[in-house]
């Protein structure tokens, strides 16, 4: 069985957001971390290759920090990277991202893609499910338990106050919700292995990409204003209380 | 040329989502200012009733798909029949609630369409030009991204409890338009075999006005029955942290922050939660924050509206007695 997990690495989720002086994100200094939602990914990957037999191969598209993202992979387990590192993915929007990485694994046999839910960041919940329709292909968002038998998976997947099981044929891809699995840590005998297991770098051009083709268009970034403290209501608890039901309901007119 | 502001409404069991109502209110307000029509697509079995509910919320147009297909939501059958009514429509933007539903059905539409989208967002202009722009949270809410396109239709999945639903008037009128559905088989690879939707009688997180949420301080999950009592008096759901969550006293499906829901109710009621940032992240755009914390440093009363600091297990039940009263008046 052949399995492909897209991984991306994001800001640490207690890095403090303030913008550069052209009014951008400023990455500089943010401790990088593998998105949360992309290690169930990993982890389930791996544990198909371990269940069913198969190949790992872990995808990630970034700067060039993010070969320790894919590093991290490796040492967890999966058996092979590629890097899709390019100054011109400055300037790439979700179409142009999902086109870019089904570029990529229509050279890596598939039959399992594992992406996770939504990437902590930028947050779109987009490129996975981009990605299947781009390859033509079906998908099931957020998955939180993954049964896989012959050509064949069932998916438990999370709605609105429930859950739905779906049944598709492989190639197919599943977007990682919390609860799918716990996450292995990296052994040290893992992080000396990945050192030597093979990761493939690519760029826009090797990929056959120019020149963006841009759908959306991001006029500026802001950040949000502060909230201020407010009152703190002090007195006996019954004092108290009551006085908040006052509040909520005269002040706040919220009750 | 394209035309009009389409809103796909989700329904289930004949029940509008009330974050379908809010686009349609929404879009009715900007649709009278820029002369545009507004108009709503319904999916499902047995739906024809909807339709003057959605004329009263502010539609100008109902496009009802009536099909034993379109029963459940479905990725395929439902990105098959919409991208063909899009392209039929041509309208100027395309909005979705960002449900479930939405989060999983606008990728694949818009990819299918070449097109943008700008994913959970809490707010949506006109410009100048009478553009739709839409604001988005990004870094869970720590920061915004403002966009639009050049590309139209210009698609957007829009945060439950982002507008405000405006009362419906039964006067209005629409036109109301019956399409076949036409579904591609390459369509109906994933088979939908199961639906549980466990039975609550408290709102969905994310759409619920009022959210009581407690954490670690709770100490326990039979402790969490406080709350709900709590919440069952002003109609709240439920919520938790994740120290909460990974102590097994909540499913993560209760999780408020930056891994899980992200909420944005009128009010939100900390119970024994410090006020970390990844839990801020998913609740810090609540109109109104209230924290109940023993410790007084506490960073959530950094960022609350009305504090009071003392035991939870004193306060919520009082906190109850007091509602209770405010209710019965
Ligand atoms: C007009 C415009 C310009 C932009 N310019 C830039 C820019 O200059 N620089 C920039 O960094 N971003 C830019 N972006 C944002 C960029 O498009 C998004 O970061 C990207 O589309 C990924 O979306 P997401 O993080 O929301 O991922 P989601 O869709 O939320 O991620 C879901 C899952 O998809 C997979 N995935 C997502 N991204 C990657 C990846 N890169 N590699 C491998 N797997 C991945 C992961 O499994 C992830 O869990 C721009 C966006 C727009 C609209
Ligand atoms: C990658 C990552 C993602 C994360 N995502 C999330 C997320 O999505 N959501 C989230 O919530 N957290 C998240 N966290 C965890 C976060 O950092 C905090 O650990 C967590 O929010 C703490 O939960 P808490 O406030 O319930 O517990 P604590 O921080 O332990 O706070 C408990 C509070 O209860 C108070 N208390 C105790 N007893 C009483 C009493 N009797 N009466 C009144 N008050 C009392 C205490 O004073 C204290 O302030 C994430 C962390 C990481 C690293």
Request: with cysteine; glycine share 8%; hydrophobic share 45%.
């Amino acid at each position: 069985m052949n399995i492909v997990v897209f991984i991306k690495q994001t800001f640490d989720t207690e890095a403090k957001i303030v913008l550069d002086a052209s009014g951008k994100i400023d990455a500089n200094g943010v401790n990088l971390i593998i998105n949360p939602y992309d290690e169930y990914a990993i982890e389930e990957g791996i544990r198909l290759k371990e269940k069913h037999g198969g190949e790992v191969t872990v995808v990630s598209m970034g700067g060039s920090r993010a070969q320790e993202a894919v590093r991290t992979a490796l040492a967890m387990g999966a058996d092979k990277g590629v890097l899709v590192s390019d100054p011109g993915l400055e300037n790439t929007d979700e179409f142009g991202r999902a086109q870019i990485l089904a570029k990529v694994v229509a050279d890596i046999p598939h039959d399992i893609i594992l992406a996770g839910r939504i990437a902590i960041d930028d947050g779109a919940s987009q490129i996975a499910v981009r990605l299947a329709e781009a390859l033509s292909i079906p998908s099931v968002s957020s998955v939180i338990k993954l049964e896989v038998a012959g050509t064949q998976a069932t998916a438990t997947r999370e709605i609105d106050g429930g859950t739905e099981l779906i049944e598709v044929s492989f190639p197919a891809v599943f977007t990682a919700q919390k609860g799918l699995n716990d996450p292995r840590y990296p052994s040290v005998a893992g992080i000396m292995k990945a050192k030597k297991k093979p990761l493939k770098s690519l760029t826009l051009a090797d990929l056959g990409f120019g020149a963006g083709d841009l759908k959306m268009v991001i006029n500026q970034y802001s950040l949000p204003t502060p909230r201020k403290a407010g009152r703190k209501i002090d007195g006996e608890p019954a004092q108290a209380a009551s006085e908040l039901a006052k509040l909520l309901r005269e002040e706040a007119k919220v009750l | 040329m394209a035309k009009g502001i389409m809103i796909i409404v989700e329904q289930r069991n004949l029940q509008i989502r009330k974050v379908s109502l809010e686009l349609l209110s929404e879009a009715r307000k900007i649709a009278d200012q820029t002369g545009e029509s507004v108009v709503a697509v319904v999916l499902g079995q047995g739906i024809d009733e909807l339709a003057p509910t959605l004329a009263a919320s502010g539609a100008d147009k109902v496009i009802v798909i009536d099909d034993a297909k379109l029963a459940e939501y479905s990725t395929g059958a439902y990105t098959s029949v919409l991208n063909k009514i899009i392209r039929k429509e041509e309208p100027q933007a395309v909005l979705l609630g960002n449900t479930a539903a939405g989060k999983d059905l606008a990728p694949r539409l818009a990819q299918r369409l070449g097109v943008g989208l700008a994913s959970d967002c809490t707010g949506m202009e006109i410009d100048s030009a009478n553009f739709l722009t839409f604001k988005r949270p990004i870094y869970a809410g720590k920061a915004f991204a403002h966009l639009t396109s050049n590309v139209r239709p210009i698609m957007a999945t829009i945060r439950p409890n982002t507008f405000p639903v405006t009362p419906p008037d039964a006067a209005r009128q629409a036109e109301v338009v019956k399409e076949v559905a036409d579904i591609d088989a390459a369509d109906l690879t994933a088979i939908l075999k199961e639906v549980a939707v466990a039975a609550s009688k408290r709102p969905e997180l994310t759409e619920a006005n009022i959210i009581v949420s407690g954490g670690r301080g709770m100490k326990g999950p039979e402790n969490y029955s406080i709350l709900e009592d709590l919440a069952d008096v002003i109609g709240a759901a439920v919520g938790a942290s994740r120290a909460a969550v990974d102590s097994g006293w909540k499913e993560h499906k209760y999780q408020v922050g930056q891994t899980g829901k992200t909420v944005a109710p009128t009010l939100y009621i900390a119970c024994g939660i410090s006020g970390a940032i990844q839990h801020l992240a998913g609740m810090g755009s609540s109109k109104f924050i209230v924290a109940i914390n023993k410790d007084p440093e506490a960073n959530i009363f950094n960022v609350a509206d009305y504090g009071i600091v003392g035991d939870l297990f004193e306060i919520v039940p009082l906190l109850t007695e007091e509602f209770k009263k405010l209710v019965n008046e």
